[in-house]
């Protein structure tokens, strides 16, 4: 049966796949973690379900990984050193670097015959410069980010789009089935690139719908009923369905909050004026994220863009 969480997704849960029960048990790969926050810290909690031997670092982000039998490590240099596959999951280029470059990064400790999988949703460009550092060393770096939230970590039923060597994409790909669905979509740096292309559709069509929204509610209809009639029409998308709910009760822990959202749609922007792409609404959907940002609602939920516009235009943010 599908959890509550898949459901509110459109999704069907994906059951987890002990791997001691086969005969050439993948068990045995050991998978390492830097980035342990609402996705890795899930992610990793999935893996460590399935089988996996995982190491991690920053123990002071989740107790619990450690009572599921993640093992800890002090430093990212430690965690590639003892991994066969190293994941990242980070907010930002700044972060990656960080955890990257020093006497206690990644880079020191990757060897060669290593993968390095990021998750992270980063500018395509520092990824492609970082994965040719990690192929000097004799290792190889995916890009690897993914399209969904929290639910669909837990459910296993993530989008997951990956760039780089296809061989190290072959050796990965079944530990990436267990967190969804992957394709490997061409060279380093074009898996994010289509994560951001995915990204800004997500921004504008969040932005539209609360447009759309709030025009009918100052119209007098009630706004359970629009919503109910607006995610039953044809431009009633999974995105909206699972999200609308969230327009009517903004969650206290955003499944993807506004500063986020700014940033990728902030990357999407940069690479769209390196290759001359027009963003037209991407580019209007930042000016509403720097007004909700602005306004205080930087690490609420996207769904919160109903209640900024509603406040730029004048009347209630709410029943």
């Known amino acids: 049966m599908a959890t509550t969480a898949s459901r509110l997704e459109g999704t069907t849960a994906k059951p987890v796949h002990r791997h001691e029960d086969g005969p050439n048990a993948a068990r045995a790969t050991k998978l390492g973690f830097v980035g342990l926050g609402h996705m890795g810290g899930n992610m990793a909690a999935r893996l460590l379900a399935a089988g996996y031997a995982v190491y991690g670092e920053t123990r002071s982000h989740s107790q619990q990984l450690a009572h599921d039998g993640l093992q800890w490590r002090n430093t990212p240099r430690e965690v590639a050193e003892v991994a066969e596959i190293v994941f990242t999951s980070l907010p930002d280029d700044e972060a990656l670097e960080q955890v990257s470059s020093g006497a206690d990064g990644l880079l020191t400790g990757l060897q060669p015959g290593k993968v390095w999988v990021d998750v992270s949703t980063v500018s395509p460009r520092a990824s492609r410069t970082l994965a040719e550092s990690v192929s000097a060393l004799g290792a190889t770096m995916l890009d690897a980010p993914v399209s969904g939230s929290v639910p669909q970590v837990q459910t296993g039923t993530l989008t997951i789009m990956v760039g780089g060597d296809r061989d190290a994409y072959a050796q ?38 609360a447009e759309g929204l709030l025009l009918a509610e100052r119209a007098g209809v009630r706004r359970e009923l629009a919503v109910e009639v607006m995610t039953a029409s044809p431009i009633g998308s999974p995105m909206l369905k699972a999200r609308a709910p969230l327009v009517l009760d903004l969650p206290e822990t955003a499944w993807f909050d506004v500063g986020l959202m700014q940033k990728d749609v902030a990357l999407a922007l940069d690479t769209a004026r390196r290759l001359e792409v027009p963003l037209p609404s991407a580019a209007a959907a930042d000016q509403v994220l720097t007004v909700a940002r602005a306004s205080g609602y930087e690490r609420r939920d996207l769904a919160a863009l109903f209640e900024v516009l509603a406040h730029v235009g004048g009347g209630p943010t709410s029943r």
């Open 172 to 209: 990965v790909e079944p530990v990436l089935r267990e967190l969804g669905t992957p394709t490997h979509v061409g060279e380093n740096g074009q898996g994010l690139a289509l994560k951001l292309a995915i990204n800004i559709s997500l921004a504008v069509q969040m932005l539209a719908f």
